[in-house]
């Protein structure tokens, strides 16, 4: 696999523009078929898009959050399935980064500047909660491990070159094993059937006893063990995908009321355009969702200058301006989604026009994780100063 290889933030902003409007033009027409974008996919590979975030001094163009939350917003706004495809990418991606050898750092990088694609399989069903997690990473006499589970939500795991798997190894801490795609024993099955995100293909990966270098383990326990920002940047890129969706479904909101809605006979207006009813609705749900994209940038620079100067207290600043980014934008999401029927009238309701994805997507993505514990989280550091749990969901 090649791919062009992006040279800066701004060079990887317009590539995500062009890429958004192109993925925007067929994104309803997928998600009614439940057409899978392995085309898509391999448009973002050989873009350069998926490498964005390799450092400098492994030829990449290591963007900053401002900007990949950015990329995350575009792509979010076209469509909202294969904007969650690559957002555990990045986060594997970073594990490689902060827990990485510097042979393994190497290898990886080369792959991402290649095109190669992360999927996920950490997420598992029928444990006592999110972060229990039952797989297992089994040394052998040899040096090497067998990795044994079932993983479930595995986001981008059928369209993966490598597949990042949270597992447990001898010492009950969690590891991330990357796993060829193809490896012996491994199986994704695409069994994916949620009303919303209907082709990020989040199904099941089973493996049986696949076999695993030592080499292609890291330790990703200790990433939580001093000031990271592990959590924070994987939940901005959900932030980002919930903005995304929002102004998705603003905007097409807009073009179906200026272009197939009819105004309401008391209006006494020509279009549905003038409406002042309309008009007023149209405004107040653009102010939430700017007020959702200035959260987003604000969240980001503050991961950003966290990350050129990583303490305790910069840590809990990012995580906390990310979780006040994520409440917002889910909110935003679920409630500008579901106005668009409310502005568009019974015509947007027909089947055939699909409009209904913005809302099962949003109202699907926004499941992630629950709000009201970021919210606590909130609450706790403004009031009593409390610095926000170290774990991947905030």
């Known amino acids: 696999m090649t791919a062009h290889v992006i040279a800066d933030d701004t060079e990887a902003l317009a590539v995500a523009k062009v890429l958004a409007d192109a993925f925007r033009a067929g994104a309803a027409e997928r998600d009614a078929e439940r057409r899978l974008p392995r085309t898509e996919l391999d448009q973002l590979s050989a873009s350069g898009l998926l490498g964005v975030t390799v450092p400098a001094e492994h030829g990449g163009a290591d963007v900053g959050a401002l900007t990949l939350a950015e990329i995350f917003r575009l792509l979010g706004s076209a469509d909202g399935s294969l904007a969650q495809i690559p957002q555990s990418h990045f986060v594997?991606?970073?594990?490689?980064?902060?827990?990485?050898?510097?042979?393994?750092?190497?290898?990886?990088?080369?792959?991402?500047?290649?095109?190669?694609r992360f999927g996920n399989a950490q997420s598992e069903a029928g444990t006592k909660h999110v972060q229990d997690i039952r797989t297992r990473l089994e040394p052998q006499s040899d040096g090497t491990y067998l990795l044994a589970g079932v993983k479930h939500y595995s986001t981008g795991a059928l369209f993966a070159d490598w597949i990042p798997v949270l597992a447990r190894a001898e010492?009950?801490?969690?590891?991330?094993?990357?796993?060829?795609?193809?490896?012996?024993?491994?199986?994704?099955?695409?069994?994916?059937?949620?009303?919303?995100?209907?082709?990020?293909?989040?199904?099941?990966?089973?493996?049986?006893?696949?076999?695993?270098?030592?080499?292609?383990?890291?330790?990703?326990?200790?990433?939580?063990?001093?000031?990271?920002?592990?959590?924070?940047?994987?939940?901005?890129?959900?932030?980002?995908?919930?903005?995304?969706?929002?102004?998705?479904?603003?905007?097409?909101?807009?073009?179906?009321?200026?272009?197939?809605?009819?105004?309401?006979?008391?209006?006494?207006?020509?279009?549905?355009?003038?409406?002042?009813?309309?008009?007023?609705?149209?405004?107040?749900?653009?102010?939430?969702?700017?007020?959702?994209?200035?959260?987003?940038?604000?969240?980001?620079?503050?991961?950003?200058?966290?990350?050129?100067?990583?303490?305790?207290?910069s840590a809990a600043e990012a995580s906390i301006a990310v979780a006040a980014?994520?409440?917002?934008?889910?909110?935003?999401?679920?409630?500008?989604?579901?106005?668009?029927?409310?502005?568009?009238?019974?015509?947007?309701?027909?089947?055939?026009?699909?409009?209904?994805?913005?809302?099962?997507?949003?109202?699907?993505?926004?499941?992630?994780?629950?709000?009201?514990?970021?919210?606590?989280?909130?609450?706790?550091?403004?009031?009593?100063?409390?610095?926000?749990p170290r774990h991947g969901l905030l």
């Open 171 to 313: 010492d009950d801490n969690l590891h991330v094993a990357y796993v060829p795609r193809d490896a012996p024993g491994l199986t994704v099955v695409d069994d994916w059937d949620g009303m919303g995100q209907r082709t990020t293909a989040s199904g099941t990966v089973r493996l049986d006893g696949v076999p695993v270098p030592a080499d292609r383990v890291l330790p990703h326990h200790l990433t939580f063990q001093g000031p990271q920002l592990h959590g924070a940047v994987a939940q901005l890129l959900h932030a980002a995908i919930d903005v995304g969706i929002a102004g998705g479904a603003l905007a097409e909101a807009a073009e179906f009321v200026r272009t197939r809605s009819r105004p309401w006979f008391e209006s006494g207006v020509e279009s549905a355009a003038e409406d002042p009813l309309l008009i007023q609705r149209f405004g107040e749900l653009a102010v939430q969702v700017r007020a959702s994209e200035a959260l987003l940038r604000e969240a980001a620079r503050a991961v950003d200058a966290a990350g050129a100067r990583l303490t305790d207290a």
């Open 92 to 116: 594997y991606v970073n594990v490689i980064r902060r827990r990485g050898t510097e042979e393994q750092r190497k290898f990886f990088f080369a792959e991402l500047l290649a095109g190669s």
């Open 325 to 388: 980014a994520k409440v917002q934008a889910a909110e935003t999401a679920v409630t500008v989604a579901g106005a668009l029927f409310e502005l568009s009238g019974t015509r947007s309701a027909l089947n055939s026009l699909n409009l209904h994805r913005h809302w099962r997507d949003a109202r699907t993505h926004t499941l992630h994780d629950p709000t009201r514990w970021k919210i606590q989280h909130i609450g706790r550091y403004v009031l009593n100063g409390t610095p926000p």
